[in-house]
């Protein structure tokens, strides 16, 4: 069965510090899709990456970058130089292969601090 | 070009009313996805359709969700008779192609009094 961990529930830091935001997911296939997910206040659900199981490639973009890592079955999230906009619930999500299902982490609140 | 389409975006009823969620995917994508997000149960998928057909229901609660997609650009989640417990946000998804990303409408925030 696929399953997504986010250990923190919750970070809060001041403006300008980089965070890292873990995500560790288990499943069986060989074929599998990670995605990251952000939620504002404001309630949307707005997508950031989508990684397949095949490219373990790190991928910076701007301030965020993605650190995908089999061996650890890990897809940690990092935001460098933190701002307050980046105030959100961050979600990773996991779907397999042979599935169109989505399978969500718990979440983790980050709240930057000015 | 214009994003997933919610609405109502805020619902409040009374126990025992019928609800009726909308929801418009992105033009050309033939996959409709819908969730459930409680604090205690976080995001949960309920059901979905290919191509307007449903594929799995399994995560419908229970016999009192009903959705339907009529065709390709509309979908609605119904919920009758409307309990306390179905109070949550309910978000609409689509995709294009199979396995690609999916798309959030801004969800639908129920809240049954």
Redesign the interface.
Known sequence: AQKVTQAQTEISVVEKEDVTLDCVYETRDTTYYLFWYKQPPSGELVFLIRRNSFDEQNEISGRYSWNFQKSTSSFNFTITASQVVDSAVYFCALSEGGSEKLVFGKGMKLTVNP | DAGVIQSPRHEVTEMGQEVTLRCKPISGHN?L?WYRQTMMR??E?LI?F?NNVP??DSGMPEDRFSAKMPNASFSTLKIQPSEPRDSA?Y?C?SRGL??????????T?LLVL
């Not at chain 2, 199979?98 to 969800?107: N, S, V």
């Open positions: 996959s996805f976080g995001l998928l979905y290919n594929i799995d946000v978000f998804a199979p396995l690609e990303t999916q798309y959030f409408g801004p969800g925030r």
